[in-house]
T-cell receptor, first 110, second 117 residues
Framework: QKEVEQNSGPLSVPEGAIASLNCTYS??????FFWYRQYSGKSPELIMF????GDKEDGRFTAQLNKASQYVSLLIRDSQPSDSATYLC??????????FGKGTMLLVSP | GAVVSQHPSWVICKSGTSVKIECRSL??????MFWYRQFPKQSLMLMAT?????????EQGVEKDKFLINHASLTLSTLTVTSAHPEDSSFYIC?????????????FGPGTRLTVL
């Protein structure tokens, strides 16, 4: 059973702080990993993807991948109240499908 | 780029009727589209994977005769909920994978909220 695990949260951070969201995956064959943001009542929107070990930065977001530890993380710098949402981690799992974690709720307080 | 639309955005119907939901990739061709369902405060649940021109692949526990999927072109997939019942009320979301894409990136539509009375 291919699984992606995330802490459900909520993760609470003050405005301006760094939010760190973590994810582990079980399938060593997974090659690419994705972070999506989902606001309440809305569909997921892609933040970024990563497929090489190390860090990948895009604006205030940094994705980190460690394939040896089967660990993916997302750092959000200078967190804003508008970042409050559920963050979904996903790993590709063959046949073009993605396995999603259950998501971590992030709350950024002003 | 990579915009996916869904229609309708919400629908209310009576028990026993059928509802069709359309999913379109607006600025790219999608060989593969996916249909998800999400109940309140729960995670995404993949219902089926559809490839253009072929039959959909349904996840275990999803009734293929109840949830009819047609992927007639590279930009359009439809989900028909047949003989809908109140327990089918949910948020239905489609996603699309770009043809020839280097990764398995899925772009999501805005979702369709179905309420069955």
């Amino acid at each position: 059973q291919k699984e992606v695990e995330q802490n459900s949260g909520p993760l609470s951070v003050p405005e301006g702080a760094i939010a760190s969201l973590n994810c582990t995956y079980s399938d060593r064959g997974s090659q690419s990993f994705f972070w999506y943001r989902q606001y309440s009542g809305k569909s997921p929107e892609l933040i970024m993807f990563i497929y090489s070990n190390g860090d990948k930065e895009d604006g205030r977001f940094t994705a980190q991948l460690n394939k040896a530890s089967q660990y993916v993380s997302l750092l959000i710098r200078d967190s804003q109240p508008s970042d409050s949402a559920t963050y979904l981690c996903a790993a590709n799992s063959g046949y073009s499908t993605l396995t999603f974690g259950k998501g971590t709720m992030l709350l950024v307080s002003p | 780029g990579a915009v996916v639309s869904q229609h309708p955005s919400w629908v209310i119907c009576k028990s026993g009727t059928s509802v069709k939901i359309e999913c379109r990739s607006l600025d790219f061709q999608a060989t593969t589209m996916f249909w998800y369902r999400q109940f309140p405060k729960q995670s995404l649940m993949l219902m089926a994977t559809s490839n253009e021109g072929s039959k959909a692949t349904y996840e275990q526990g999803v009734e293929k005769d109840k949830f009819l999927i047609n992927h007639a072109s590279l930009t359009l997939s439809t989900l028909t909920v047949t003989s809908a019942h109140p327990e089918d009320s949910s948020f239905y979301i489609c996603s699309a994978r770009e043809a020839g894409g280097l990764t398995d990136t899925q772009y999501f539509g805005p979702g369709t909220r179905l309420t069955v009375l």
